[in-house]
């Protein structure tokens, strides 16, 4: 159980062009989702954190306008990366934990991530 | 951003052996923890956690240590496998909510 899928597995873009990324919870309802990149050989950094029917909560320094984050259902948040530059080429990954349950006695599930690049 | 000439730490052992990978946290605070495993490619997978009124916990093959005198995590495999090898991070509840992750171990084992 638990299992998030995150599509597309890689992409590739042109500079300047936007790139969608889908993460939906398979087999629980996620009221919260979030999101993380990652650089080769690096850990993993919040981005941000998705809230179904609300905004988002943006981690400092991650612009939200070139982040673009919608929570439309219980199951399905979407990143999109805008006006893409080769600088944002990285590893994004989705994860969710079943709503209701805290952190404090709970892991969080992750998608098996995006690689992006940006030509 | 990207630092060039990042390397993670190490850890290489032989199949057969038992492995200790071990992890500092600075949020004295924080109260549960969890190790995650991932391979190249892929997205990290729970392998196990702890609740800070803890100081061990074991699952199949593995056990996490936690010392919050000196803030320090370990994870401990038994009889290492090659399928094992793989990055290790470990992560922390810092009370918002969210988890905050080290900076990783990459554990290589040979057969």
């Known amino acids: 159980g638990a299992v998030v899928s995150q599509h597309p597995s890689w992409v590739i873009c042109k500079s300047g062009t936007s790139v969608k990324i889908e993460c939906r919870s398979l087999?629980?309802?996620?009221?919260?989702m979030f999101w993380y990149r990652q650089f080769p050989k690096q850990s993993l950094m919040l981005m941000a954190t998705?809230?179904?029917?609300?905004?988002?909560?943006?981690e400092q320094g991650v612009e939200k306008d070139k982040f673009l984050i919608n929570h439309a259902s219980l199951t399905l948040s979407t990143l999109t990366v805008t006006s893409a530059h080769p600088e944002d080429s990285s590893f994004y990954i989705c994860?969710?934990?079943?709503?209701?349950?805290?952190?404090?006695?709970?892991?969080?599930?992750f998608g098996n991530g995006t690689r992006l690049t940006v030509t | 951003g990207e630092s060039v000439g990042l390397h993670l730490p190490t850890l290489s052992v032989q199949e057969g052996d038992n492995s200790i990978i071990n992890c500092a946290y600075s949020?004295?605070?924080?109260?549960?923890f969890i190790w995650y495993k991932q391979e190249s490619g892929k997205g990290p997978q729970f392998i196990i956690d702890?609740?800070?009124?803890?100081d061990k916990r074991q699952g199949q093959r593995v056990t996490v240590l936690l010392n919050k005198t000196v803030k320090h995590l370990s994870l401990q495999i038994a009889a290492t496998q090659p399928g094992d090898s793989a990055v290790y991070f470990c992560?922390?509840?810092?009370?918002?909510?969210?988890?905050?992750f080290g900076k990783g171990t990459m554990l290589l084992v040979s057969p």
């Open positions: 992560a922390e509840n810092t009370g918002y909510s969210t988890l905050t």
């Open positions: 087999d629980f309802q996620a009221t919260t």
């Open positions: 998705s809230n179904e029917g609300s905004k988002a909560t943006y």
């Open positions: 949020n004295s605070a924080s109260d549960y």
């Open positions: 702890i609740r800070s009124n803890m």
């Open positions: 994860s969710a934990r079943p709503s209701g349950q805290g952190i404090g006695n709970s892991p969080l599930h």
